[in-house]
Structures are given as C-alpha cells and as structure tokens.
C-alpha cells in the first residue's frame, strides 16, 4: 500500500491532531497514529484513550489500508524535509514503513498492527450545536485559568459545559474563584450538560478565523467539529457545584477601576506580600482606594493609592494578590467593577466592556483580615 502526498501539507495536518500522544503512554500503541486509507483520503488518528484528534487528508492514491505509524519519528522526519512530494508505503503484513523523497532520500521504519490500536469513542445519540470557533475560543481561554487541580474533587478539574435551548454557558472553579462565561447567542438542540477535562481543551487546536464548530454532547462524551477535524474527549463523571447558589445577588458597595491601572499596581504591591498568603489589602474610602501588602519577616511593605469611582460604604477587604493578578490578567476590558458586601464574603467581578450576546462574571473569595495577617 502507498500514497503520495506533499511533505509540508501533511505536516501541517498532522501537527493539528498530535496532542493526545504523550511520550510515556499507558500501551505502547498509543505512540503511533493510526492510518486509514480510503478513497483517497487518509484518515489520521490520535488518542490516549480519554481523548481523541482524527483528521482527513486528501492523499494521491487508489488503494486501501490502515497501519499504525510512530507519530513522533515521522513528524520529525517530516518537520525536516524541504517542500516536496513524499512517498509513503507499507507492507500489511510485516508492517514495515518505507519513505522516499524526489530527491533520493530514503527513511524506513517499523509500525504496528492497526487492530491493536484502541477503537474510536462511541459518539452515537448526540445532542448538537453550533458555535463561532472565535466564540468558543474565548470562552474556553476566559474559563481555563480557574480550573482547580484538586484530583479529590474531579469536577473541578474541568470546565463545566451548560447547553440550554438559548444560551451556552461555560463555568470553572478552582473553590476560591469562579468564573462564568455565558452566549446568548447560542442555540442548542437540546439542553444538558457535561464537564470537559483540562487536557482536551489544552489539546483543542481552533481556528483563528471565523469557523463554524459543531459540538456533540451526551452523557459520556463530547464532540467537536470543525473544517476536515474532529475531536473526542470522555466528559467527568461527577457532579458540578451549585454554583448560582454561590453567586451574591446584594454586593452594593461598588468601585469602578481602570483595568490597567490597577492591574499594574497590584503586581508592583504584590512583590513586597507575604511568601505564604500573597495578601493585598484594599483599602476603600470615598472615591479613594489604598493598595497595601507587607512582609513581617522580610520587613518589607509597599504602599500605592488610587482614585477611583465608589459608591457605598467605606471597606477594608482583603484578597490572595496572586489570584487577582490572574483574574485580571485575562480580562478584556478598559474598566471593571469590583462588587462586595463586606470582608467576609464573596466579591464580583464584571468588565464593563463586553461583546455583544455576552456575559462573563467572576467571583472571588476574600481573604480574612485577622491579626495573623497584620
């Protein structure tokens, strides 16, 4: 069997699906992608068992077969080619895997009986929708900071799928800070939920331009689509949080920040915190906030102030200055809300400045005052 293809097009083709393949897998197949050949198209699989890329090549050739092929050899033999046409053969019973360039170049290698490679996630009776790839995107870019590494706690270890019939709600939680990222824009078939792994959506490759991307979803699984792609990932087995529960409706003290502005003197406050709980202290009052942090062991303290728009009470509240630096970090806003009721509860964060049919809300824990902080 053989086919012949152009070296840079199934390069580029490859290193889209090659994220589920790691270097010490739990089957040594794993380390091959799996290839099918078929009316001229060669379909190209990689997975790790929990998640699955397939991509369809378009191939010059009029036969059919399927071996598994070493993913990471190959991709570098052919990350190091110049742009040309390559022959790829193999033998079905032997399974030797022979390359040859136009310019006399010859690679041989050793692939894998294709029926030992495991057999693709079953994606039948999949409710579906489609979404913008530029959407999606920021969806998952907004949600995945706040995903928790707590293995105990598996549902907060992925981010939490909301499929309603008009609206698609993304939501993570790390236990102390929660973000929810909401599309009005969105119709689903039907409604449902499921909670995606941290890794399918590192490995999920989308496009930068404006793409239509299905997704498929049941109890077990979820589908994306998109162009000649698809990925399968297994979903979480476990139970979200009741996170609107958790989301304070009568924060009345208000203040209104220049994102930039206060981004900037929190990492310059954040240098002089304490090593163990990264406090920073904002002090509220009037239309006057000051932002402070000390280190009692390293006799260390910073102190800056800004103006900014309050209405409420005057408030003393403290928070982990590393987790808001990573909050404010990924919004994409000019200017913030930052809504509290008083030191002991949960505060909300809004950008101001949002997109059309969009709605992102942040929540955050604050971090006790108490003389072990002083």
């Known amino acids: 069997m053989k086919f012949t293809v ?139 900071p706040m995903i928790g590494t707590d293995e105990m706690r598996p549902a907060m270890t992925g981010v939490l799928f909301k499929f309603q019939t008009n609206a698609l709600t993304l939501v993570s939680t790390d236990g102390h800070r929660l973000i929810r990222y909401t599309r009005t824009d969105v119709t689903c078939e039907s409604e449902g939920e499921c909670i995606v792994q941290k890794k399918a959506l590192d490995i999920l490759k989308l496009p930068i331009e404006k793409t239509d991307v299905i997704i498929g979803f049941n109890d077990s699984c979820i589908i994306f689509k998109f162009q000649n792609i698809q990925m399968i990932s297994r979903v979480i087995n476990d139970k979200f949080p009741n996170y609107e529960n958790v989301i304070p409706h009568n924060n009345d003290n208000i203040f209104t920040v220049n994102k930039t502005n206060f981004l900037g003197t929190l990492k310059r406050t954040f240098i002089y915190a304490d090593t163990n709980t990264h406090l920073i202290r904002l002090n509220l009052t009037d239309n006057h906030m000051e932002i402070s942090a000390e280190n009692i062991d390293r006799s260390t303290e910073a102190k800056e102030n800004l103006i900014v728009e309050h209405s409420g009470e005057d408030i003393e509240i403290g928070f982990n200055g590393k987790s808001l630096i990573n909050i404010f970090e990924i919004l994409d806003t000019d200017m913030v809300d930052f809504k509290m009721l008083n030191p002991s509860k949960a505060a909300l964060i809004l950008p101001l400045e949002q997109e059309l049919n969009e709605d992102i809300l942040i929540l955050v824990m604050p971090v006790i005052l108490n003389s072990n902080n002083d």
Do not use: C, H, R, W
């Open 6 to 144: 152009l070296s840079t097009y199934i390069k580029k083709q490859l290193s889209l699906v090659i994220g589920p393949i790691s270097n010490n897998p739990i089957m040594p197949v794993l380390e091959n992608f799996l290839f099918e050949i078929k009316d001229g198209v060669l379909k190209t699989t990689a997975t790790d068992t929990n998640t699955t890329m397939i991509v369809d090549s378009n191939v010059d050739t009029t036969e059919e077969g399927s071996i598994a092929v070493p993913a990471k050899i190959f991709l570098e033999t052919l990350s190091n080619l110049p742009d040309q046409i390559i022959t790829f053969s193999f033998d079905e019973i032997s399974y030797n895997i022979e390359i040859t360039t136009n310019d006399g170049g010859t690679y041989k290698l050793l692939g894998t009986n294709p029926q030992d490679y495991p057999k693709t996630i079953e994606t039948t009776d999949t409710s579906t929708v489609m979404i913008y790839s530029t959407v999606l995107s920021k969806g998952i870019k907004t949600t995945k």
